[in-house]
């Protein structure tokens, strides 16, 4: 990831015993977001969009797959709107933009 990914802007979120989120982010597109499946629901990934929004004041955009539909709810709820649809270059599958303008 180191790699793929520097240099961008990274927030992990952890407990105690591990690392259970991460956000990826650079020039206010978040590329990577991802929190654990057992602990979903409980805040995490809210307090990593809303750093990325501290840090990217005048907007994000993010592209997420078109099936994800619980990743899109979540966005959605967090002021972002889709967007352009798209085919994902990895995987071909559909894919939609979301964007956040404050």
Same mark, same amino acid.
């Given at each position: 990831?180191q !790699?793929?990914?520097?240099? =961008?802007?990274? &927030?992990?979120a +952890? +407990?105690?015993?591990?690392i259970?989120g991460f956000?990826?982010?650079?020039d206010?597109v978040?590329s *990577? @977001?991802f929190v654990?499946?057992d @602990?979903?629901?409980?805040?995490?990934g +809210?307090t990593?969009?809303? *750093?990325a929004?501290?840090?990217y #004041?005048?907007?994000?955009?993010? +592209?997420t797959?078109?099936?994800?539909?619980?990743? /899109?709810? %979540?966005?959605?709820?967090?002021? %972002?709107? #889709?967007?352009l /649809?798209?085919?994902?270059p990895i995987n071909e599958? =559909?894919?939609?933009?979301?964007? &956040? !303008? #404050?």
């Amino acid at each position: 990831m180191q !790699n793929e990914y520097a240099p =961008s802007d990274v &927030w992990v979120a +952890t +407990t105690k015993e591990r690392i259970v989120g991460f956000l990826v982010a650079k020039d206010g597109v978040i590329s *990577q @977001i991802f929190v654990d499946v057992d @602990i979903q629901r409980s805040g995490v990934g +809210t307090t990593l969009l809303n *750093q990325a929004k501290k840090i990217y #004041p005048d907007g994000l955009k993010l +592209t997420t797959l078109e099936q994800n539909v619980n990743a /899109r709810q %979540f966005y959605e709820k967090h002021g %972002f709107v #889709p967007g352009l /649809r798209g085919i994902n270059p990895i995987n071909e599958q =559909s894919n939609i933009e979301y964007c &956040w !303008n #404050p």
